[in-house]
């Protein structure tokens, strides 16, 4: 399985995160719309989460709202701190914390849960294949960095640690303090944070082909 290291530049590529055109929309919104429904289907295999939905599923447990509003909530606060690193957001952040959290939300209402072991397997290996396409269309556009991401990246520049470390801490606490809330941690969790990297490197290698062949 060959990876991608690096963000293919793509037809669709804006100039900066607000050069929003409409040969945009169809990456931007599939991938993130993708990404939405892979979270979804990991919560539905009861077998865990992401750790950053781990953590949304404890805040919705305790202020009795969906899982979805929790997300959204959550990627607001986040929002918040990136003022004072001075991060800029960009189209795709905006886009990014409203259609990912919507589709979250449809996914864990009409998903049906799998009562068995097969059916959370194929939930699981679908998660991690699914939002490493919507994140692989998502990161081409060039149109700003999700919440998350964004913060990663700031505490990067500003704290001089290397983005991996910066990346695992913030994993790990908002992992800790999803479970201490009440989010589901489970085996999922684990197959997911082994795994993503991979699946999204496979999938920008994939999407950096295919573009190659059609400028061909």
Same mark, same amino acid.
């Given at each position: 399985m060959k990876l991608s290291h690096r963000i293919p530049v793509t037809p669709w590529r804006a100039k900066n995160p607000w050069a929003f055109r409409p040969r945009m929309t169809l990456p931007l919104l599939v991938g993130l719309a993708i990404f939405g429904f892979g979270e979804g289907m990991l919560v539905q295999s009861h077998w865990g989460a992401t750790p950053w939905t781990v953590f949304a599923q404890g805040i919705a447990k305790h202020a009795s709202i969906s899982i979805g509003w929790s997300? *959204?909530?959550i990627s607001c606060v986040v929002l918040l701190a990136w003022f004072p690193l001075r991060e800029r957001p960009g189209f795709g952040t905006v886009a990014n914390l409203v259609i990912i959290a919507y589709v979250l939300d449809l996914t864990t209402t009409f998903l049906a849960v799998p009562h068995n072991a097969i059916g959370k397997s194929l939930y699981v290996v679908g998660a991690v294949v699914v939002i490493g396409i919507g994140s692989a269309l998502y990161l081409t556009t060039g149109l700003g960095p999700g919440p998350r991401d964004g913060l990663m990246t700031s505490?990067?520049?500003?704290?001089h640690v290397s983005v991996v470390y910066v990346r695992l801490t913030l994993e790990v606490l908002v992992l800790v303090a999803g479970w201490l809330l009440g989010g589901t941690?489970?085996?999922?969790? *684990?197959?997911? *944070?082994a795994t993503i990297g991979f699946s999204i490197g496979a999938n920008l290698h994939a999407l950096d082909f295919i573009v190659g062949r059609a400028q061909r």
């Open positions: 997300t *959204a909530l505490l990067h520049r500003h704290l941690v489970g085996v999922g969790t *684990a197959v997911f *944070a």
